[in-house]
């Protein structure tokens, strides 16, 4: 039977998975994530008035410099050259939180899928450290794999994601 865990050898040992005979495609990944917080911690973010500055601006920029530096901080990730990085996030309201998407793209022989979830935990973080002067109870929740198209496997979506009201996009 074949092992499929790619990462692991045939002695049960940590391996980075040989891409050299895998075919380039255009690949692109889509994550997802959540930071729940006070109302008040929310409207402050939402009015830019955070002490530290542009909350969701910083995290913006915070998401997409890690998408470019997956590699160097999960140990078996492939530096890969990043075409796009996207970062937005949907304020809602209702469940004082803020829904952060990160997207993921590139032409290569390996998936983006770890960059996107590095990007929106990154995100997630940042915002986390910005306001944690006000609010040390805002919780970071359900990062998860949107979904992914290209390479051998092709196409995935992710079934069962929660709907939810989004009363304001940022």
């Not at 390996?110 to 996107?116: F, R």
Request: aromatic share 2%; net charge neutral; charged share 25%.
């Amino acid at each position: 039977m074949k092992n499929l865990l790619t990462h692991i050898d045939e002695n049960g040992k940590a391996k980075m998975v040989d891409i050299s005979d895998k075919s380039e495609s255009n690949r692109i990944a889509v994550a997802k994530g959540r930071i729940k917080m006070k109302p008040e911690t929310l409207q402050l973010i939402v009015e830019g008035g955070m002490a530290k500055g542009d909350v969701l601006g910083t995290a913006r920029i915070a998401g997409i410099m890690a998408c470019k530096r997956t590699w160097e901080l999960i140990p078996m990730c492939h530096p890969l050259m990043i075409t796009e990085c996207k970062i937005n996030f949907e304020i809602d309201e209702i469940n004082s939180s803020i829904i952060i998407e990160g997207t993921a793209k590139t032409t290569g022989k390996t998936g983006v899928e770890m960059e996107a979830l590095t990007a929106v935990a990154t995100a997630a973080l940042t915002v986390y450290d910005m306001c944690k002067a006000v609010d040390k109870n805002m919780a970071i929740e359900n990062i998860h794999l949107q979904s992914k198209s290209g390479g051998k496997s092709g196409d995935w979506n992710f079934r069962n994601e929660p709907q939810e009201e989004k009363i304001l996009s940022k």
